[in-house]
């Protein structure tokens, strides 16, 4: 991973010069995941079942990727200094992605563990502190609303965060070689 460094340091310091763009998109984008969210754990407040909660882990991680895909189509344009655009975004999010992974999957797995690694620095102490080590690993448990909302907020906090991050690592892998310009 240590070639790939170049495209994170380019993808962060692109995030640098255009953090109120892209952290504004990774607003809409968190905001509109969140809903689903929150519905999907809801739906299974008190169910003891691991299947369950197995299930609702998968649907989120899709409707996370969901909203990582469209960022990524919303951010397309700014290492050229344009704004970010939502018409569009997921059908160019979808391609870029796509197109990334092709050209660089090291890079775009490098973008994807730093991320991940930040999101659950963020997220997990708060988590774990509030609902309990086996609340966060398997089934909710009808946990107190209080918990569930410290919960929900660190996991919205961390992807309004690291969502930004990794769509300008992917945009700039599928530019190929305007990481490693820049």
């Known amino acids: 991973m240590a070639a790939d460094g170049p495209v994170l340091g380019a993808a962060l310091a692109l995030l640098g010069r255009r953090a109120g763009a892209a952290y504004a998109a990774a607003a809409v984008a968190t905001a509109v995941n969140t809903v ?10 008190d169910s003891p079942s691991r299947a369950a909660a197995l299930a609702v882990d998968v649907l989120g991680f899709l409707t996370g990727l969901v909203a990582q895909l469209w960022l990524v189509g919303a951010l397309s344009a700014l290492p050229d200094g344009d704004p970010w655009r939502a018409a569009g975004a997921l059908r160019r999010g979808v391609r870029l992605s796509v197109t990334a992974v092709r050209r660089g999957p090291g890079a775009v ?5 730093t991320g991940g690694a930040v999101s659950a620095l963020v997220t997990l102490p708060a988590s774990v502190a509030a609902l ?5 690993l398997g ?25 930004p991050y990794l769509a300008l690592v992917v945009v700039l892998v599928a530019r190929d070689g305007a990481a490693r310009r820049a």
């Open 139 to 163: 089934p909710l448990g009808d946990p107190p609303v209080g918990a569930f909302t410290v919960a929900a907020v660190s996991d919205v906090v961390a992807s309004a965060l690291t969502l």
């Open 36 to 45: 689903p969210d929150v519905l999907r754990q809801v739906a299974v407040w």
């Open 132 to 136: 309990g080590w086996r609340s966060v």
């Open 109 to 113: 797995l490098a973008g994807v563990l």
